[in-house]
């Protein structure tokens, strides 16, 4: 026998307090174990979403990885980009925790597309340094500070032409204000923390994975690659 339960609409409540709500009472009345319950509409996408949004992340991560790895060329400098996208989720999540707010379905997208933003800020910086070192024949530490001082600018107008255009989500109210305001303060508070704390960082990351490439290319007795000083001056 099979029935279906649907949380109740109460206000100030979320989606998700409601299905918690719902199967800690199951567990209360101590249903048969012939009786079957599932969520249907809203509810059952939540669910949906929230099983799957792991395996979604990790794949447009792995995804990020391997296009950045044949842009570049390389298995480490993608790993230097996507270290600028746990100062985003963290930052998204403190936004939600501070407003009040649980991590539902558009919160979910707020930090997915905040990936892509962040990311292409950190592009920005790595793509410079790199054709710096490439064909400047800077060294990696001139090549990043000289690609943090020029790229701040376009860094900065990125992430504030995104910023205010999540705030009228953030700050929106009215028939509907409650489904968007979770994203608006998803992105605003990823794209703040991120951007405190990328700017500094970035360039640590870069030279602390091109002084482990210089060590191994040592170990192995391979040569510097062409065009490019691997040293850079004390």
Known sequence: ??????????????????????????????????FVTAFQGTAAAFQHVLTNQALLLAASVITMYIVLGVLYESFIHP????????????????????????????????????????????????????????????????????????????????????????????????????LRRPLGLAIVGGLIVSQLLTLFTTPVIYLAFDRMEVARRRRSGAGPLAGREDEAPA
């Open 79 to 178: 790993i230097t980009i996507l270290s600028t996208l746990p100062s985003a989720g963290i930052g998204a999540m403190l936004a939600l925790i501070m407003a009040g707010h649980d991590l539902d379905v558009l919160g979910i997208i707020g930090i997915i597309l905040l990936i892509g933003i962040v990311k292409k800020n950190a592009i920005m910086m790595i793509d410079f340094a790199l054709d710096a070192q490439r064909k400047g024949g800077l060294a990696p530490r001139e090549a990043i500070t000289q690609a943090s001082l020029l790229r701040f600018r376009p860094i900065l107008m990125t992430t504030m032409a995104a910023l205010l255009g999540a705030l009228p989500l953030m700050l929106s109210y009215g028939a509907g204000s409650e």
């Open 1 to 34: 026998m099979a029935s279906t339960a649907a949380p109740s609409e109460t206000p100030g409540a979320s989606l998700g307090a409601a299905v918690d709500a719902i199967r800690k009472a199951e567990q209360d009345i101590k249903l048969p174990g012939k």
